[in-house]
C-alpha cells in the first residue's frame, strides 16, 4: 500500500504562484510513476503533470510553461510549482501514484484563481 498527503492549495490571485507538496509513504518502492491530476466542478479529471522513475515528464498542453513537477527523493515527497495561475485552473488536485498495476490517490487539495 501507498499513502499519498497532499498540501500547499489555497486563494490565489490570476497571475500568482501556489507550490503543491505530495508525501508518499509505504510502499513506495513499487512506485514507477506519480503525477498530479486535477477536476474542476462539471469535469473529469485529468492529468496535469507526471513522471516515470526513469525521471521522464509529461505535462498538459494546459499547463505547460507554467507548471513545473519536481521531487525530493530524500523526503519521499512529489511538488508541482504552479506559477500564472488562471481562473481556468481552479480545481481540486489529486496526488496520484502508480505501481504493481495498482492506482493510489491522495485526499485532494483545492486551488482556487481569483480573476
Known amino acids: 500500500q501507498v499513502q499519498l498527503v497532499e498540501s500547499g492549495g489555497g486563494l490565489v490571485q490570476a497571475g500568482g504562484s501556489l507550490r503543491l507538496s505530495c508525501a508518499a509513504s509505504g510502499n513506495i518502492f513499487s512506485i514507477n510513476y506519480m503525477g498530479w491530476y486535477r477536476q474542476a466542478p462539471g469535469k473529469q479529471r485529468e492529468l496535469v503533470a507526471g513522471?516515470?522513475?526513469?525521471?521522464?515528464?509529461n505535462y498538459a498542453d494546459s499547463v505547460k510553461g507554467r507548471f513545473i513537477i519536481s521531487r525530493d527523493t530524500v523526503k519521499n515527497t512529489v511538488y508541482l510549482q504552479m506559477n500564472s495561475l488562471k481562473p481556468e485552473d481552479t480545481a481540486e488536485y489529486y496526488c496520484?501514484?502508480?505501481?504493481?498495476?495498482?492506482?493510489?490517490w491522495g485526499q485532494g487539495t483545492q486551488v482556487t484563481v481569483s480573476s
Open positions: 496520484n501514484a502508480v505501481g504493481q498495476g495498482r492506482f493510489y
Open positions: 513522471f516515470t522513475v526513469g525521471g521522464s515528464t
